[in-house]
């Protein structure tokens, strides 16, 4: 299979859809963009680990950095991609290999743009930040990310949006003590003991601040929850 950069971009966001890419496992489709950005003459390829970064070196006094990660969340029984005449869906269709294709395609048919443009293709994004591609990049080749001003390309309903929150991750243990589910209040149900925390982040009012004219949406919410050994005991 390779990656047809000549094809409409519906096709090719399609095509890339269909390359299985979940965090950890982006090989396949950073090979495909690989194969399809190294024969562009214009553009000088750079590849680190599951990470492309395709530049133009004309001389241009300014520098425009494109980028869009390759990766998505787990599959969810979304693949393959299915057009049904008004819409693409699958697997990263909105989040974001639609905005990889748009990428792609400028990567290949604007040869000679007014400033310089860095198209950037990385890995990682969806999981821990220790395995973000802009990160592996800046620390290997903190030169290729260098630029007067970078567009991402994550999907905002075609409107330009500016800023990121940010984020903070906690993990809240609770502790209990064993006992069989027949004699419950022998021990301590570690698991109830989390009603408390799960209550107030249902409470919290989250905020939504203005800096430099801009609203931020806060967003503080429980996402992964584990525990227990058994069904009969607590």
């Known amino acids: 299979m390779a990656l047809d950069l000549t094809a409409d971009v519906v096709a090719l966001t399609e095509a890339l859809v269909n390359v299985e890419s979940v965090s950890r496992n982006e090989q396949a489709l950073a090979d495909l963009v690989a194969d ?10 750079t590849r680190v680990g599951n990470s492309l970064v395709a530049r133009t070196e004309l001389g241009r006094t300014e520098r425009v950095v494109i980028a869009g990660h390759l ?11 299915r057009n049904d005449g008004t819409l693409l869906h699958g697997l990263g269709t909105c989040d974001m290999k639609g905005g990889v294709a748009v990428a792609l395609k400028l990567a290949a048919e604007v040869t ?70 027949a004699r419950s209040w022998r021990g301590v149900n570690a698991i109830h003991g989390a009603a408390e925390v799960l ?36």
């Open 112 to 181: 000679s743009p007014d400033r310089d443009v860095t198209f950037v293709f990385y890995e990682g994004e969806e999981i821990a930040s220790e395995f973000n591609g802009l990160r592996l990049i800046a620390e290997a080749r903190p030169d290729l990310l260098a630029c007067d001003f970078a567009i991402l390309m994550e999907p905002s309903n075609a409107g330009v949006e500016a800023g990121c929150q940010g984020t903070l991750r906690v993990e809240v243990t609770t502790r209990g003590e064993r006992a069989h589910s």
């Open 36 to 45: 399809a950005l190294d024969p562009l003459a214009h553009l000088a390829v």
């Open 199 to 234: 209550a107030r982040l249902t409470a919290y009012q989250a905020r939504r601040p203005v800096i430099d004219g801009l609203e931020y949406h806060e967003g503080l919410n429980a996402v992964l929850i584990s525990g227990g050994v058994a069904t009969n005991v607590i």
């Open 71 to 81: 990766d998505t969340v787990p599959l969810n029984d979304n693949l393959p991609a």
